[in-house]
């Protein structure tokens, strides 16, 4: 009985302190999707709004869809209410919204954004899991080699003592890592974490998050699969924005802060004032080695012809399949690059323990 209460109060505390957090992706898209069903069934927003309120378990997100129901109520438009939590919802899905309300189609217009949102997690889903492989097999290959130097190596210090003339250098330098990390490693652990955390906040400044997303485009492998998410991603939003009615100049400038790489969001900033001055997209791209030339070319025909939000929506497709495909590619040849990483590794390890051992056992049987 005591049992089963301690697991109930376990529980309710990680609940509790799961709400206490801001709304996650995945709260904003099922959001998205209730109201759209609501809205199409004939629900005003205002009942649609304090329904799903009612049912919000996160604190903070509920205190949000409430206000949003009393902005509305005090006659401000859903576009203006949402505006109002930039911190929540972002440009892309207010200026859709504001688009919806002015085409009179908001039922259909939140049914294309929780495609949109539905689709951009599966996108970083996707990413994530290609990266949980290399990961685990980079965390094996640490503790393997901390085990080694910390519990196997020591073993044979007793065997070398007195001898240490006769040891190759690879083997001295593990006994002096060894003995170094056994000896200091409660200023060891600090120390790596104080590092981890100041690349961290360094990548958080201008210039230090442009030299990671340099780093980014230009990694073998890497570079590959973050070239293809950012072309994606990029044109994605572009097609959903333009197809729903949204104005180039508002697109553009949402596309460029949605891309996650800065130099992404320079170029696409960058065609922003250029269409602002009547230059063509496709003109102001070609400045650039960001963007495939089949892209550009492609792009230049919807603009030509006039059907850009097509011509976007298939090219996002395209690259949508593309990236599924370079996952695969760069996983693939990740995979044996960790492994064959790690056996070098260990296999270093070992013989610099095993060949001392050969040669004193050489000189002491005289052969």
Same mark, same amino acid.
């Given at each position: 009985?005591?049992?089963?209460?301690?697991?109930?109060?376990?529980?309710?505390?990680?609940?509790?302190?799961?709400?206490?957090?801001?709304?996650?992706?995945?709260?904003?898209?099922?959001?998205?999707?209730?109201?759209?069903?609501?809205?199409?069934?004939?629900?005003?927003?205002?009942?649609?709004?304090?329904?799903?309120?009612?049912?919000?378990?996160?604190?903070?997100?509920?205190?949000?869809?409430?206000?949003?129901?009393?902005?509305?109520?005090?006659?401000?438009?859903?576009?203006? $209410?949402?505006?109002?939590? $930039?911190?929540?919802?972002? !440009?892309? =899905?207010?200026?859709?919204?504001?688009?919806?309300?002015?085409?009179?189609?908001?039922?259909?217009?939140?049914?294309?954004?929780?495609?949109?949102?539905?689709?951009?997690?599966?996108?970083?889903?996707?990413?994530?899991?290609?990266?949980? +492989?290399?990961?685990?097999?980079?965390?094996? $290959?640490?503790?393997?080699?901390?085990?080694?130097?910390?519990?196997?190596?020591?073993?044979?210090? $007793?065997? =070398?003592?007195?001898?240490?003339?006769?040891?190759?250098?690879?083997?001295?330098?593990?006994?002096?890592?060894?003995?170094?990390?056994?000896? +200091?490693?409660?200023?060891?652990?600090?120390?790596?974490?104080?590092?981890?955390?100041?690349?961290?906040?360094?990548?958080?400044?201008?210039?230090?998050? +442009?030299?990671?997303?340099?780093?980014?485009?230009?990694?073998?492998?890497?570079?590959?699969?973050?070239?293809?998410?950012?072309?994606?991603?990029?044109?994605?939003?572009?097609?959903?924005?333009?197809?729903? %009615?949204?104005?180039?100049?508002?697109?553009?400038?949402?596309?460029?802060?949605?891309? %996650?790489?800065?130099?992404?969001?320079?170029?696409?900033?960058?065609?922003?004032? !250029?269409?602002?001055?009547?230059?063509?997209?496709?003109?102001?791209?070609?400045?650039?080695?960001?963007?495939?030339?089949?892209?550009?070319?492609?792009?230049?025909? %919807?603009?030509?012809?006039?059907?850009?939000?097509?011509?976007?929506?298939?090219?996002?497709?395209?690259?949508?399949?593309?990236?599924?495909?370079?996952?695969?590619?760069?996983?693939?040849?990740?995979?044996?690059?960790?492994?064959?990483?790690?056996?070098?590794?260990?296999? =270093?390890?070992?013989?610099?323990?095993?060949?001392?051992?050969?040669?004193?056992?050489?000189?002491?049987?005289?052969?």
């Amino acid at each position: 009985m005591n049992t089963g209460s301690q697991a109930e109060n376990i529980l309710d505390r990680v609940r509790e302190f799961r709400v206490e957090f801001g709304p996650s992706r995945k709260d904003i898209l099922n959001f998205t999707n209730q109201l759209a069903v609501m809205v199409k069934a004939g629900i005003s927003l205002q009942e649609s709004l304090e329904s799903i309120a009612s049912q919000t378990e996160n604190r903070k997100f509920k205190a949000v869809i409430t206000d949003l129901k009393i902005r509305i109520e005090g006659g401000q438009s859903l576009s203006q $209410a949402l505006a109002e939590h $930039a911190d929540v919802f972002n !440009d892309l =899905f207010i200026n859709m919204v504001a688009a919806a309300e002015i085409s009179g189609s908001l039922s259909d217009m939140l049914q294309k954004l929780a495609s949109y949102l539905d689709q951009e997690a599966a996108t970083r889903s996707q990413v994530l899991t290609a990266m949980v +492989y290399p990961v685990i097999i980079a965390v094996m $290959a640490v503790g393997v080699t901390i085990f080694l130097l910390c519990f196997v190596l020591p073993r044979f210090t $007793a065997i =070398f003592a007195g001898k240490e003339h006769l040891l190759p250098t690879a083997t001295k330098l593990l006994l002096a890592t060894s003995f170094f990390i056994r000896t +200091y490693w409660y200023y060891l652990v600090p120390v790596i974490g104080g590092i981890f955390w100041g690349i961290h906040l360094g990548i958080q400044t201008k210039q230090g998050r +442009y030299w990671w997303d340099n780093v980014k485009l230009k990694m073998p492998l890497i570079s590959l699969l973050c070239r293809s998410l950012y072309i994606t991603r990029s044109l994605h939003t572009m097609g959903v924005l333009v197809r729903s %009615g949204v104005p180039i100049l508002n697109t553009l400038a949402i596309t460029a802060q949605i891309t %996650g790489n800065v130099h992404y969001k320079n170029m696409w900033l960058s065609v922003h004032e !250029d269409v602002r001055e009547g230059r063509k997209i496709c003109t102001s791209l070609t400045r650039y080695k960001l963007m495939p030339n089949n892209v550009v070319q492609m792009i230049r025909s %919807g603009e030509e012809s006039g059907n850009m939000g097509i011509v976007l929506t298939d090219i996002s497709e395209f690259y949508s399949r593309e990236l599924t495909s370079v996952i695969k590619a760069v996983t693939s040849m990740i995979e044996p690059i960790m492994i064959i990483v790690m056996g070098v590794l260990v296999g =270093f390890i070992a013989m610099s323990i095993i060949l001392p051992i050969f040669k004193m056992s050489s000189l002491v049987t005289g052969k």
